[in-house]
Structures are given as structure tokens and as C-alpha cells.
């Protein structure tokens, strides 16, 4: 079987339980001492009940040390419900007090579950798309105490609908990320980043958008880009000019600013990598938008490029990750000033005439998430798409963002995988949308069918890899 090939991470489950007698654990085995007593074995299934899709969303870390996992759920009032599954340490089923035997499910009249975070008092934010007033779309936001019932502090009954805009149907919004800023004097304010297409007597425009919000759900009149009082706790911003920007990620730095990625559209056929940095009051910093173009030829001469995620990887460098015509692509940025400059000492894939950017050799390779490990090497992490049979896959890159093709990542730099079903045979699909750090291992979180031969009766699925380096757990 070729190294693109699914191979299954619970054959390698198999081999890591061997690395006990003194194999080498790496990063590409499944860590056997993840959830040992589940079924499949070092696998967590996430699911609300019966043989519905759910699909994997986010997973964050907890206080004591676990997880506590995010799903869609069909069935919602108007479309999906909101599914949080919590676990302890090493993946072991949680035994505290957590909604019924450890799982939460919620209507909250969301169309979409996008995202989630945990703030610092362990309450558990989500995200989502909400109904707005005229018929649009608004940030959907639902905060949960630590037990996972409703914060009835925030907003109504622990939910709020946000519009970027306070005019009744000029916006339509959907959210993409969420994450905390604790304040001097320790105030919390949660931003939510997301796209809008917005609507006026001049015309239509579709741009990035920063909320923020109160420790009660309220918008925060310090937080912002607008002088009209009444767009208080809203930003809006393109990547250059008037041209259609989107959202992909987001990263919170130590000193609370803040930077968004995603895509710039240049054209029907051309798209480029975006980056904005904003201060932590949501004003971005003069110069500090911009674009920067992959340029890997896709069909029909198209060159569509698009960040999809972005990780800190030292005071002033950061590397955005995402696709290029259908290939897992990369590139480093170093913040000089207040400007977003390409990283020279990136080689990348050493492309001729596209320096300092990572292209992966193998199309049909999308990147949802990325992670830094401690000596400066990366993690992609998303899904393959061969003939459209998909497969959770990750490609290594090096500090200088070469490919790592050793190991199970020879000869190209790819590693394909599908996860186990319920009774241990290879399922027909899987997708990786989160990656995060346990005490340095990788941990992986996606969706995957309980059905070997086909695409029906999804879960989230969650697992943790052995590594052989440590990764920067402080940098997600």
C-alpha cells in the first residue's frame, strides 16, 4: 500500500502498543495509552445518540487536564444542535459533574456550529450562525458553566445574537473562530472573528468582522474601529482595497492583539492568502493588511490560494497555512513594525520563482489546522481526496518549512489515515479539522462514518499520537 493510501492509525494503535518493549515511540503512532479502555481502542467515538450525522467541530482543552469535544447535531430549531462531550485526562470517560453522564446537548437555534473556546474561568463559549432580524444571518454566541449547564450571566439565558451591523438586513454574518482576551484588572472580553457581506447605498462588499463582547454578552463600547457610538464592540476590514476579503483564522497573541487570515479575492480565477494584524482594541494597525500570493497554476489557468489557519511560532513570526489550487500550502510572516513581511529564512518547497512557500507535491491535500511543535517544526493537519475517497491526512514541514519525509511521512511528505469504526474495521472516510498539544503529543479531532462502506452514521473522533519532540503548547 503506498504511503497515500488510507492507512488506518488503528493498525498503528497495534504498533505503538509495541513501543512498550522498547520501540521508539513517534509522532505518527496512536498513543496507547489514550482512552485504552474505549471501543475502538485509543479512539473516542463522539456522538449524541442513534446513527444520526454529528460532525466533529472543535475540541479544547479543560482545566483538570481533558477535553471536552464539540459536535453538530441535526435537528435543531432551525438547523443544528449544539453537542459537547467531555472527557478527563488521557481521554478517559469524565466521572465529574457534567450535563447527563458526561455529555450536554442543546438547541441553541443556531444554523450552524462553528466554533468553540474555553475562557479562563473554564466556561465553554460556542459559536455559530443565529437568525438575525430581516432575514440574515447574525454571530450566534452561547456560553456554558464549567458542568455544561446554561451561564445565565451571559446575554439571555446564556445566549446572544450579534450583528456586525446595527441596521436591521445590511449584513449577513457568520463566525469562524472565538477566543478570549483577559483585560488589565481582569475583565473578560470574548472576540469573535468571522466574514459579513454587507450591504449599502453604495453598493455590496464582503469583508472580515471582529465583535466584541462583554463578560455579559453585551457589546464592548471599547472594542472596535467605528466612531458612531452605535457600531460600538464592531471592526470591519479588507486585506487591500475594496476587494472581497473572508476569514479562516484567528490567533490571539500574548499581549491580546490580534491576527486574522484568510482569503483575498483578486478575481474569479485568483485568490491569495490575507493577513490583517489589529490592536487588542480591534483597530488594525496602520499598513498591517495585506495579501500574498501562493500562485500554484490550478485548472483553467486558475490560481486559487486561501488561508484556512494560522499559528504563532515565536515572539514575531507566525505561518499561515491553507490550500493552493487544491494542494496543502504554507508560508511564513514576520511582524516587522506593524507590518506582515514574508519570512525569507522559509524555504519552503524551494518552488523556482515562488520562493518561501510550502507547496505539497500530492493534489488533492487540504489543510484545516496547523500546530508548531518546540523545535520549530510544523504540523498541517486536514484531508486527502484521492478520486473522492477522503482520508484524514498531515504533512510535516521543517523549521525552514521544507518537508519532512521521513518515517510514515516517505517519499512525499504525506500521511493518510482513516480512523477505526465501532467494531474495528477501517471507515469509509475521515477528516481532520483540529489539531492540539497534550503534554507534547499531537491530539487529532475530526469526523468520521461508522460505516466502512459508506459515507452515513458520522461521529467526531478524536485521538493522541505519541511524539518524539515536544511541541509549544503555549503557542495554539
Known amino acids: 500500500m503506498s504511503r497515500f493510501a488510507a492507512v488506518a492509525l488503528y493498525a498503528l494503535y497495534l504498533i505503538a502498543g509495541a513501543a512498550h518493549a522498547g520501540a521508539e515511540y513517534t509522532d505518527q503512532l ?3 495509552r489514550f482512552a485504552p479502555t474505549a471501543s475502538p481502542a485509543n479512539w473516542r467515538r463522539v456522538f449524541s445518540n442513534g446513527t444520526v450525522d454529528e460532525k466533529g467541530v472543535a475540541v479544547a482543552r479543560t482545566p483538570d487536564g481533558g477535553f471536552v469535544s464539540l459536535i453538530s447535531v441535526p435537528g435543531g430549531s432551525v438547523g443544528s444542535k449544539i453537542g459537547l462531550v467531555r472527557y478527563g485526562p488521557d481521554g478517559v470517560l469524565f466521572t465529574g459533574s457534567f450535563g447527563s453522564s458526561g455529555k450536554v446537548i442543546k438547541d441553541g437555534q443556531l444554523a450552524e456550529v462553528r466554533a468553540m473556546t474555553v475562557d479562563s474561568l473554564g466556561r465553554i463559549v460556542v459559536v455559530g450562525t443565529a437568525a438575525g432580524p430581516g432575514g440574515v444571518k447574525d454571530f450566534g454566541v452561547l456560553r456554558f458553566n464549567p458542568d455544561g449547564s446554561d451561564d ?16 436591521v438586513a445590511m449584513s449577513d454574518d457568520q463566525p469562524v473562530a472565538v477566543v478570549e482576551q483577559v483585560l488589565t484588572g481582569g475583565a473578560k472580553r470574548l472576540i469573535i472573528a468571522g466574514n459579513s457581506f454587507m450591504t449599502s447605498n453604495i453598493g455590496t462588499f464582503q469583508v472580515i468582522s471582529l465583535i466584541g463582547l462583554r463578560n455579559d454578552g453585551s457589546f464592548d463600547p ?15 476590514q479588507q486585506y487591500f482595497g475594496s476587494d472581497a476579503s473572508y ?11 490580534l491576527i486574522v487570515v484568510g482569503t483575498r479575492v483578486l478575481s474569479g480565477t485568483d485568490t491569495d492568502f490575507g493577513a490583517c494584524y489589529f490592536a487588542s482594541v480591534g483597530v488594525p494597525y496602520s499598513n498591517s493588511c495585506a495579501s500574498y500570493a501562493i500562485d500554484e497554476p490550478g485548472p483553467g489557468g486558475s490560481i486559487y490560494d486561501g488561508a484556512t489557519a494560522a499559528v504563532q511560532t515565536s ?6 497555512a491553507g490550500n493552493a489550487s487544491g494542494r496543502m500550502a504554507a508560508l511564513k510572516l514576520k511582524l516587522v513594525s ?6 525569507t529564512t522559509f524555504v519552503g518547497s524551494s518552488i523556482a520563482g515562488r520562493p518561501n512557500r510550502f507547496v505539497s507535491p500530492t493534489a488533492g491535500t487540504y489543510v484545516n489546522d496547523v500546530a508548531v511543535r518546540s523545535d520549530g517544526s510544523l504540523l498541517l493537519a486536514g484531508y486527502s481526496n484521492s478520486s473522492g475517497n477522503i482520508s484524514g491526512a498531515m504533512t510535516r514541514l521543517r523549521r525552514n518549512g521544507s518537508p519532512d519525509t521521513t518515517g510514515l511521512f516517505s517519499p512525499t511528505g504525506l500521511a493518510a489515515f482513516r480512523a477505526p469504526t465501532f467494531s474495528g474495521t477501517v471507515s469509509f472516510s475521515t477528516e481532520i479539522t483540529k489539531v492540539l498539544i497534550d503534554a507534547g503529543r499531537p491530539v487529532l479531532y475530526g469526523s468520521s462514518p461508522d460505516n466502512a462502506s459508506a459515507a452515513t452514521d458520522y461521529d467526531g473522533v478524536l485521538t493522541r499520537l505519541m511524539s518524539d519532540l515536544i511541541f509549544a503548547s503555549g503557542l495554539q
Open 30 to 32: 496512536v498513543d496507547s
Open 152 to 167: 445565565t450571566s451571559f446575554g439571555v439565558a446564556g445566549r446572544a445574537a450579534v450583528g456586525i451591523e446595527p441596521v
Open 222 to 236: 471599547d472594542f472596535g474601529a467605528y466612531v458612531d457610538p452605535n457600531f460600538g464592540g464592531r471592526t470591519t
Open 247 to 257: 476569514a479562516g483564522g484567528l490567533v490571539k497573541l500574548p499581549n491580546n492583539n
Open 315 to 320: 515572539a514575531d513570526t507566525f505561518v499561515l
Open 338 to 343: 506593524s507590518a506582515l513581511e514574508i519570512d
